[in-house]
């Protein structure tokens, strides 16, 4: 496959382009499909191709690019990815993670995944490449306290699916993430996003109760009768903290169910440590205020 000389940069302004404007995302893409269709037409989008170019080098009809761009009609083989990804200078081991996961999710099974393929798996893992040393170093300071944070929400392969795909969606993004303020807090959004679109939910909010069993207080009260009332203590905290806003929520996810101290927070998130201090205190009195706990100061810097 060809790639054509990019009309565009992918970090740059969209170009404007003729024809028809390329319509939204349709709203019944799940959240593992959205999250490689929404850094491939982003990447489209900046190139400057119109959909009648791209569809020549693609060798797939307009229509039916038009249709995988916005997420409708049938869920895409990976001959087409693979070849969109190579015209539009896609990372083709990341797309190729998320767009098998999900396949799986729509439900193909294995048997089509592998043979909608030029070779199955095995081409995408040859020319996988390697991320941008920024993005490994990046992954190498922060990927154990993600873990942490995800396993509030998820447990066992679907706590460690949701880190490994929000570094493959890095991956795919990593020219935005570097234009962006602080690529911490870029990539951060990323995790969480990604872990509440997996989380179960209630009202709307995700629900963090299945962790009640796993907090530092259990672990180390040894009084039965003391572990019950701190499980329901628990569960209330747990249940007030889904309610807050998402910036007020990390904070106290990090700072009072994963133990982090407030600097080691700021460096999560990518935020000072005033805006830290602020969040958990505006926290503390939401919970103060529409519950019965009393909490106390989490770890200290």
Known sequence: MTTLPAPGSASGPAPVRPGRKLGPIAPTV???????????????????????????HVVLAKSKLSELLRGVGHYPRWEVMHRVAAVLDIPSWPLYRLWQQAALDVGKNSDWIDRSGEGGPAVTTAGSGRPPLA??????????GYIRYADVFLTGDARDQVVEDTFAILWLSFDEALASPDIRRYAWNLLRATVKARAAHRDDRPLLAQSAFDTLALREENDPEAQ???????????????????NHMDVMVLRH??????????ELLGVPIAAVRSDERHARRFITETTELHLTEGPTP
């Not at 993005?135 to 922060?142: K, S, Y």
């Not at 169910?257 to 700021?266: A, D, K, P, Q, V």
């Open 30 to 56: 799940g959240s593992t499909h959205a999250a490689w269709l929404e850094p491939t037409r982003d990447r489209y989008l900046a190139s400057g191709y119109t959909l009648a170019e791209l569809s020549l």
């Open 135 to 144: 993005h490994g170093a990046l992954r190498a300071t922060v990927e154990d």
């Open 228 to 246: 019950t009332d701190q499980l329901a203590e628990s569960i209330e905290l747990f249940l007030a903290i889904s309610r807050l806003p998402d």
């Open 257 to 266: 169910l994963c133990g982090f101290r407030i600097r080691e927070t700021s």
